[in-house]
């Protein structure tokens, strides 16, 4: 499975379904992994913090959640075939291990997301085992007590959506402590599950045109979005100036 670097960040050519593959695998393999759904505002966001874009280099895999990192790829020599959203990717995982043993422990979003969004997907895959839930705003202390609650239900799988660069940052700083199998960065996925923040419609999914879908429903998010011209016209200043080799 071949890697395409685009600004410093490396994404893993994977179609949806080998993404779902490769974290099966992951929940049965020996040792400890991260997942990172790297897009455009994220890989702008790592050019300018050097531990953000370490991260993003260490992880075991980092899945295309984007069109513009889909896009950016064709002026690399390894174009990635397609977007690879890690909300879909999640779903699919959830329906691959539903009825198994693999649980799975939702940690981030306002107070009574997680639980919410815990509800809807048993709802949608019974036999699915969700073991715990926490929300995503703590102090130290309260920290602390995610992090005994999870090491006390023993997820195999931990999805984090507190926002980047701060899911990352805590996965990667605490993942060695932690009694799980594989952890996740979601960003806002757990709304997305309950409801809270709907789902573009499949028209703006399939034309590549969730982000305006997005901006027409969240317009404070405008600030963020100017990040997308700005990550093409770097992709394109690079590749004149020969910086982006692969
Ligand atoms: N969030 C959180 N703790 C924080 C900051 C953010 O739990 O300190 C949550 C926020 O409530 C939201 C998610 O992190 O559920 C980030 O969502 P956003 O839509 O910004 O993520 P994206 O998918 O765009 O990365």
């Keep these: 499975?071949?890697?395409?670097?685009?600004?410093?960040?490396?994404?893993?050519?994977?179609?949806?379904s080998e993404a779902v593959d490769k974290i099966i695998n992951m929940l049965n393999s020996k040792g400890k992994s991260m997942v990172f759904t790297p897009n455009p505002e994220m890989v702008?966001?790592?050019r300018q913090d050097k531990e953000f874009m370490e991260i993003l280099n260490s992880s075991t895999m980092n899945i295309p959640d984007g069109i513009g990192i889909v896009y950016a790829s064709r002026f690399t020599k390894d174009p990635i075939k397609?977007?690879?959203?890690?909300?879909?990717t999640l779903l699919?995982?959830?329906?691959?291990?539903k009825d198994t043993d693999k649980t799975v422990?939702?940690?981030?979003?306002a107070p009574g997301i997680a639980q919410r969004a815990k509800a809807a997907i048993e709802?949608?895959?019974?036999?699915?085992?969700?073991v715990g839930c926490a929300d995503g705003y703590f102090d130290s202390e309260k920290e602390k007590t995610i992090i005994a609650d999870i090491n006390e239900k023993k997820p195999s799988l931990l999805l984090v959506g507190i926002g980047f660069p701060k899911q990352e940052k805590w996965i990667y700083k605490n993942i060695k402590d932690l009694n799980i199998k594989t952890a996740v960065g979601v960003g806002g996925c757990f709304d997305g599950w309950c409801g809270n923040v709907p789902r573009a419609p499949k028209f703006f999914v399939d034309h590549g045109l969730e982000w305006f879908y997005r901006l027409i429903k969240q317009p404070y998010r405008i600030g963020r979005m100017m990040q997308l011209p700005l990550?093409?016209?770097?992709?394109i200043g690079n590749k004149l100036t020969g910086g982006?080799?692969?």
């Design 92 to 97: 699919s995982v959830f329906d691959s291990i």
């Design 231 to 235: 990550f093409m016209l770097t992709v």
């Design 82 to 88: 397609e977007r690879v959203a890690g909300y879909d």
């Design 244 to 246: 982006m080799k692969r």
């Design 123 to 130: 709802e949608r895959f019974p036999g699915i085992k969700i």
């Design 105 to 109: 422990y939702f940690f981030g979003a």
């Design 44 to 46: 702008m966001r790592a």
């Design 1 to 16: 499975m071949s890697i395409c670097k685009i600004l410093g960040v490396p994404f893993n050519n994977v179609s949806p």
